[in-house]
């Protein structure tokens, strides 16, 4: 996937925008606004953005996790195509002392677009909360 990534990255984003949002599960989210998130990906360095990938996926933080004392908020699509739920989302609730998990139905990668609403709710009440 990094040979894919690297190799045509417009290409490869263009075709991500499609998870990153899902659209096809009934998220309203114009190709303008599909488009200008995959120029915002473009900006940062094809370096950088292989090397957070393999970070994310390949450092184990549970002990970092399970070690966090302040107030956590976890939000969650389940329909993550890029970070499936089921091994981080619902993994990291698990491993955090005391938090607060919220998952989204029909939502992808991209929950701050396509479930602002339901997310700034949520995040304000937590902040009130907290």
Not at 56 to 77: K, S, Y
Request: proline share 4%; with cysteine.
């Amino acid at each position: 996937m990094t040979a894919e990534r690297t190799k045509d990255r417009p290409r490869w984003m263009a075709q991500n925008s499609q998870a990153f949002f899902a659209p096809h599960l009934g998220n309203n989210v114009s190709t303008g606004l599909m488009d200008w998130m995959v120029r915002q990906c473009l900006d940062c360095s094809a370096t950088a953005a292989v090397e957070a990938v393999k970070i994310a996926f390949r450092t184990d933080l549970r002990t970092e996790a399970a070690a966090i004392e302040a107030p956590t908020l976890i939000l969650h699509g389940d329909a993550d195509a890029s970070a499936p739920v089921a091994l981080c989302g619902r993994r990291l609730a698990k491993t955090v002392p005391d938090s607060l998990y919220k998952e989204y139905s029909l939502a992808g990668h991209g929950i701050c677009v396509t479930h602002a609403e339901a997310v700034n709710r949520d995040l304000l009440d937590f902040i009130g909360g907290a």
